[in-house]
C-alpha cells in the first residue's frame, strides 16, 4: 500500500465512523495526559518533599509518604502505557473488520504485564539509542566550548557551528528512523496476543524490516497537519486521521487482510436460459 493509498484509505474509514473517531481519540487521549500528569505530580511531590524540611527524619510517617507517592508514579505510568494501547489496538482493530470502538474493554493481566513490559522495554531502548546518535553532536559541543575560554579564530568558528548542527539534526534523525524498529509493538501484540515477550519482539522487528527508513518518512509527512492544526484544521480531525494512517500502514506491513463479508445465499441476479435451438 503507498502512502497515497493509506491516507486516501484513512480518510474513507475516519469519514464512515463519524464523530466517533474523534470522540473516542479525545476520551483516550484524555486518559492517556491525564495519568502522565499525575505521574509528574507525584514525582514532583516526592522530590519536594526528600529535599524539604518537611521530613521527619526516617519516621513511618516519612516511609509512608514515600511509598504512596513511589506507587503513585509507578501506577500512573503503567496506566499512561495501558491508555495509550487501548488507542492504538482500537484504531487497527477497526482498519482490519468492521467492528465498532470499545472505550472501555478488559484486557487481561498477563497483557498488560507483557505491554508495560515492552513499553518500558522499548523506551529504554530509545533512550540509549538517541545518546549513541547525539554524542558525535554533544563531543562537539564540548570540545567547542572548551576552546571557547581560550578563544576561537573567526573563521574557524562558523564552520564548528555548520558542523555542530549537521551532527545535532542528523543524529535526531537517524535515531527517529531507529526508533521505528519496535514501532509495532501495540499492533504485535493486539494481533497475537498469545506470543511471549521475545517472540513479540521479534515479530515487531519483522514487521518493520527494512521499512525503518519509509515508515519514518511517512510519520514525517505529517509533521505539516500538526503545524496546521494550531491555526487551521482542528487536532481532533487530525489525531484520528494519523492514526488511522499509521494502523493502515502496520495492517499492510503485517499482512492483514480485511476480512470480506459473504452473503449467506448466493443472490442470482438473472438465470442462464439454455439455445433451444
Aim: net charge positive; aromatic share 20%.
Amino acid at each position: 500500500m503507498k502512502n497515497t493509498s493509506a491516507k486516501l484509505t484513512a480518510r474513507l474509514i475516519n469519514s464512515g465512523y463519524g464523530l466517533k473517531n474523534g470522540l473516542f481519540t479525545f476520551v483516550m487521549l484524555a486518559f492517556k495526559y491525564i495519568f502522565l500528569l499525575s505521574a509528574v505530580f507525584c514525582a514532583v511531590t516526592l522530590y519536594t518533599f526528600v529535599y524539604s524540611d518537611f521530613s521527619g527524619g526516617g519516621t513511618v510517617a516519612d516511609a509512608m509518604y514515600y511509598a504512596l507517592f513511589s506507587l503513585g508514579i509507578a501506577f500512573s505510568l503503567c496506566f499512561y502505557v495501558l491508555s495509550s494501547y487501548t488507542l492504538k489496538s482500537e484504531y487497527i482493530k477497526t482498519s482490519v473488520s468492521d467492528s465498532d470502538f470499545e472505550f472501555f474493554k478488559f484486557i487481561s493481566l498477563d497483557i498488560q504485564l507483557k505491554i508495560i513490559y515492552l513499553h518500558f522495554l522499548r523506551f529504554f531502548r530509545n533512550i540509549f539509542l538517541t545518546a549513541f546518535y547525539l554524542s558525535p553532536a554533544a563531543a562537539t559541543a564540548v570540545v567547542t566550548l572548551y576552546f571557547l575560554k581560550d578563544g576561537i579564530d573567526r573563521l574557524i568558528f562558523p564552520a564548528v557551528i555548520l558542523l555542530f548542527a549537521i551532527l545535532l539534526f542528523s543524529g535526531i534523525y537517524f535515531s527517529f528512523v531507529s526508533m521505528q524498529r519496535l514501532a509495532f509493538i501495540d499492533e504485535t501484540v493486539f494481533l497475537n496476543p498469545g506470543l511471549s515477550v521475545s517472540q513479540t519482539l521479534k515479530k515487531a522487528r519483522q514487521s518493520t524490516y527494512g521499512k525503518c527508513f519509509s515508515l519514518a518518512k511517512f510519520k514525517l509527512s505529517f509533521a505539516i497537519w500538526f503545524l496546521l492544526c494550531i491555526f487551521i484544521i482542528p487536532v481532533f480531525f487530525v489525531v484520528p486521521y494519523y492514526l488511522r494512517c499509521i494502523s493502515l500502514y502496520a495492517k499492510q506491513a503485517f499482512g492483514v487482510k480485511a476480512p470480506k463479508p459473504v452473503a449467506e445465499k448466493p443472490v442470482i441476479l438473472m438465470k442462464p436460459v439454455k439455445n433451444t435451438v
